[in-house]
């Protein structure tokens, strides 16, 4: 799939949010790129051959106090190659490749925003957004 395509993707994702959760996305910026660099995996403590279909970079709203503001935005950033991987793993023999990596975008867009209204792993796993 290619970027452009991708990207469309994520977009997508974010655009079907309930107006309730878009609204709340104020300040966040969510882009596509291609993989997560060696240096970011390293900073979350990844080891081959694990990696990161997705990345919140920001202060987590249940982190911020009357002092946060003029601050760069958040971004969320979702990685193209290991969403396109996890797909291929997790598709059937006659199943549609587009729709399956249209869902594991949405919910890795959907697990990363989880993490910019401050919830943890256990509580993203627990929402089966993992």
Not at 5 to 8: L, V
Not at 124 to 127: A, C, D, V
């Given at each position: 799939m290619d970027p452009k395509?991708?990207?469309?993707l994520v977009?997508?994702?974010v655009d079907s949010l309930p107006p309730a959760l878009a609204d709340r996305l104020d300040n966040v910026d969510v882009v596509a790129a291609r993989r997560?660099?060696?240096r970011t995996l390293r900073e979350?403590?990844?080891r081959p051959p694990g990696t990161l279909l997705g990345l919140y970079r920001g202060v987590p709203q249940t982190h911020r106090d009357h002092a946060y503001s003029a601050v760069a935005p958040d971004q969320i950033v979702i990685y193209r190659e290991p969403i396109l991987a996890a797909a291929r793993e997790d598709i059937s023999p006659g199943d549609d490749f587009d729709e399956a990596v249209r869902e594991q975008?949405?919910?890795?867009?959907l697990h990363e925003i989880g993490h910019h209204f401050g919830l943890e792993e256990d509580d993203?796993?627990?929402?089966d957004y993992q």
């Open positions: 395509r991708f990207q469309e977009d997508e994702a997560p660099s060696s979350m403590g990844i975008v949405r919910r890795t867009v993203l796993r627990r929402l």
